[in-house]
């Protein structure tokens, strides 16, 4: 009897629960590889647009950069979580495989004991329960038989729901693993997909490198070009000045005409060209971290619009000026100065005499980078000053 009771308690015994653990962590390590592929395809999706944004509009090369270096570590990293998703789902699919195989066993031990059970009933006949519980000769005896049969009918119960839910379980291992087995072949086929793209991204950047580099070395050699011309602008100017002076003197004494330009004008000088700044006066560091120092402001506006005199002067200079294309630089006396550069047409020569308002010339483009525009400075006492501050506010 209790032989039987051991057998019986041993068939309704379910999995133990650390497979049931295993299964769980298995299943636990994949959803959380893809949650976190999810979270970074979210995150490249995000770079991808904002890369995509700067293609439509004027942006730095170092922005270029930036993303591009993001969009190449959010693949890398993709890369990264598919292999970790794939060795999940490996494990997974070993924990799987066990579970059938042992399920297998079972559902085959149970068959087998299920089987010779019915064999014997069968032998026995319908009645036999019934002849086992009369042929008791005791009261003690009927009891201890009628227990007997009960736990009899509760191990075929047993057996018959066991089988049952091996059944189940089976069929729904079966279809674990041909999921799992077509998460592999996605896995393979995304990381395929991502790898190419990852180095896609790295010639890309590579290009684009080198696309920095060669951008850098023309703007080292613009403002090698630009520092000559101011150069050769100070020098004239200067040597215009001395000259002008020495002119002017006698006796070592100076005797110099007041400016045109005066305090009282900040503020207050017309635009020599109507536009908006396309640069200040000043320091600018440029997208690949070069230094450009602007003496004067840049003017955006169409070619050919007429440019006029802020204040009456002399010009003193009328012809190209390197880097600054053609240029009028006038003299308003007391050693005040305005440049006008980028013209595209010249309509005074040196020695004219020119009032305030009066059209000079007309805008041009010296520098295909920067477009048509005016370059203007004014000179005061020879250093330059921010012509932004001697303009009206109102354009």
């Not at 019934?130 to 509760?154: D, E, N």
């Not at 023309?218 to 403002?223: D, E, M, P, S, Y």
């Not at 010249?346 to 010339?361: A, F």
């Amino acid at each position: 009897m209790r032989g039987w009771a051991a057998l019986l308690l041993s068939v309704m015994a379910v999995a133990t629960p650390l497979a049931a653990q295993q299964t769980e962590s298995a299943e636990a390590r994949v959803n959380a590889q893809r949650e976190e592929l999810a979270r970074i395809r979210a995150e490249r999706d995000e770079v991808e647009k904002k890369l995509s944004g700067l293609q439509n509009t004027a942006h730095e090369i170092r922005d270029e950069v930036n993303l591009l270096d993001k969009q190449r570590d959010a693949t890398a990293r993709m890369v990264t979580s598919l292999d970790q998703q794939l060795i999940a789902i490996n494990d997974e699919v070993a924990s799987t495989t066990s579970e059938l195989e042992k399920s297998e066993r079972e559902a085959t031990s149970k068959r087998t004991v299920l089987q010779r059970r019915l064999i014997e009933i069968y032998k026995r006949g319908p009645l036999y329960s019934a002849q086992v519980l009369f042929s008791a000769q005791s009261f003690g005896q009927l009891v201890a038989r009628y227990k007997y049969l009960h736990l009899l009918a509760l191990r075929d119960k047993g057996l018959v729901n066991r089988l049952d839910d091996l059944h189940d379980k089976i069929e729904a291992q079966h279809g674990q693993l041909v999921r799992l087995q077509s998460s592999i072949v996605e896995n393979r086929a995304e990381k395929a997909q991502e790898a190419a793209r990852l180095v896609d991204l790295e010639k890309l950047q590579s290009r684009n490198l080198a696309r920095v580099q060669e951008d850098t070395k023309r703007t080292k050699a613009r403002l090698a070009e630009l520092e000559k011309s101011e150069t050769r602008l100070n020098n004239f100017i200067a040597s215009f000045e001395a000259e002008r002076r020495k002119a002017s003197g006698r006796g070592g004494a100076i005797a110099l005409g007041p400016s045109s330009i005066r305090t009282t004008d900040i503020g207050r000088l017309d635009w020599p060209v109507n536009g908006a700044f396309l640069y200040r006066f000043g320091r600018f560091v440029n997208p690949n971290n070069t230094t450009t120092r602007w003496n004067g402001i840049g003017i955006s506006a169409p070619s050919g619009t007429p440019v006029k005199s802020v204040s009456a002067g002399t010009v003193a200079y009328a012809g190209p000026m390197g880097t600054y294309g053609n240029t009028i630089i006038l003299e308003h006396g007391g050693g005040d100065y305005s440049v006008y550069g980028s013209l595209a047409r010249l309509d005074v020569r040196k020695g004219t005499k020119v009032v305030k308002g009066q059209t000079i010339g007309t805008v041009g483009i010296s520098d295909p980078a920067l477009g048509s525009h005016l370059h203007f400075e004014i000179r005061r006492g020879g250093p330059a000053v921010d012509p932004a501050e001697w303009l009206r506010a109102a354009r």
